[in-house]
């Protein structure tokens, strides 16, 4: 309960390139999109989403720009609807609804900013009708800053609802959690059967079964840094928590020590694998790829810190280091291993103006960054990447994800003679 403390900054203020720039706005598409994204994906879920009919708008299109495959059922609020104080009917409405739609099994009520100050009351929403079980997820997004943060939130209330709480623990498993690549949990779970280990499932996912049995693992891993209220409540619950992920040579041997700790599994058999796979990867870093370049990072994401060690592993100057999540425990040691490999700067709940500061402070000859800083980078002619499209499409994890990322960014630097060319043309 009491490990996951908020940590404050003062130093990040003093940084030079950080002047002006505004925290308040979180300049990321509206942050309940990640609550919504998690809670779409369920297979059986239908949403129910109680706001104004300006956020409606937009965060279905975003939801269907991201293949959302299903509609959004909502209650059709504008400024009379709420100030009529009719908002409680208008959910329950909303709910029978949803319930009516094909193949529905579970219906998430997302209460988002309006409702949540309208006050939506959870105590007049029916916990379950025809059967099918009523789950309210509130998201007050203005609060919440950063869509990797709203998927906690939403990750948490479904699981506060359905997770196995009578089975007892399954013997050596571990539950990941993180939206990954869908190879990386098979990854790991190959190296886990070796050392007696195994995976038992993989949330946020497609299935209200993999909520239920997440409850019977033995530890849990919560693989990017911004799954705090999940990870507390799986914690309440008494599950071993390993914190990190299996990242690079140095990371990945740590994470596979610390896993066969919680799991209690055989110490030499641990080790055994543990040195292996680092092996593995020092192997492949041997020559260092990206030996005297000095690459940029940038998300919304939230595991911009694991891109950021791989790069650095590679050979790669990282010195600035961006991300929409806030700081908390679970960042805390990406922080320290990046700050002691030579990171001066890692800006948390940034600002487009952090990431254009930090690209007239240092020279960069690769940028893995958002759309507006990409954009901004390919005009002075310096390869760029959309972290968001570009870097969720791989696998990240162990041996096999540290070559696929390194390999990547290597690919993108030899581009430069293009950009170049473009840089002239346009000129
Ligand atoms: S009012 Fe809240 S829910 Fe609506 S778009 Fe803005 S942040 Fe999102």
């Known amino acids: 309960m009491n490990e996951i403390i908020p940590l404050h900054t003062d130093t990040a203020s003093q940084e030079p390139y950080k002047e002006g720039a505004c925290k308040l706005h979180p300049q990321t598409m509206c942050p309940a999109f990640g609550a919504l994204r998690v809670l779409a994906r369920l297979e059986g879920a239908q949403p129910a989403m109680v706001t104004d009919t300006g956020c409606l708008y937009g965060l279905t ?13 909502a209650p059709e609020l504008g400024t009379a609807e709420l100030s009529s104080g009719m908002i409680q009917e208008a959910a329950n409405a909303a709910i029978i609804e949803a319930a009516s739609e094909p193949n529905v099994s579970v219906i998430p009520v997302i209460s988002l900013c309006v409702a949540e100050t309208a006050g939506l009351a959870e105590e007049l929403l029916p916990t379950e009708i025809d059967g099918k079980p009523v789950v309210l ?63 038992l499932a993989t949330i946020p996912g497609r299935s209200v079964d993999e909520l239920r049995m997440a409850g019977r693992a033995s530890a849990v891993a919560a693989l990017h840094p911004f799954y705090r209220d999940t990870v507390s409540l799986l914690r ?25 700790t919680a799991l209690d599994l055989d110490e030499d058999v641990v080790e055994q694998v543990a040195e292996e796979e680092e092996q593995t990867a020092r192997d492949v870093l041997a020559h260092k790829p990206l030996q005297g370049s000095t690459i940029l990072v940038s998300g919304y994401e939230g595991n911009e810190m694991l891109y950021a060690r791989l790069l650095v592993e590679g050979g790669a100057r990282v010195p600035y280091v961006s991300t929409s999540i806030g700081q908390s425990m679970l960042t805390a040691a990406d922080e320290a291993w990046l700050r002691s ?30 759309t507006t800083l990409a954009a901004h980078a390919k005009e002075r002619g310096i390869p760029a990447v959309y972290y968001t ?27 430069k003679p293009i950009y170049n060319r473009m840089l002239e043309f346009f000129q």
């Open 61 to 73: 299109f975003v939801s269907h720009f991201y293949a959302a495959r299903k509609s959004i059922v």
């Open 236 to 260: 309440e619950r008494g599950v071993g928590v390993v914190s990190g992920a299996p990242i690079g040579a140095d990371g990945s041997a740590a994470w596979l020590r610390a896993v066969g």
């Open 341 to 370: 490999h030579g990171t001066e700067a890692i800006v948390y709940r940034k600002a487009i103006e952090d990431d254009l500061a930090a690209m007239e402070h240092w020279a960069f000859d690769l940028v893995i960054g958002t």
């Open 137 to 199: 997820v509130r998201v007050p997004a203005y609060a919440i800053h950063s869509h990797p943060e709203a998927k906690d939130l939403a990750l948490a209330a479904v699981m506060r609802r359905f997770v196995d709480r009578t089975s007892p623990p399954e013997p050596n498993t571990l539950l990941l959690i993180g939206e990954v690549f869908p190879a990386d949990p098979l990854m790991i779970d190959g190296v886990l059967r070796k050392m007696g280990g195994r995976v």
């Open 389 to 415: 499209n570009m870097l969720s499409v791989r696998p990240l994890f162990l041996a096999g994800g540290m070559i696929a990322s390194i390999a990547f960014a290597q690919d993108l630097m030899n581009r």
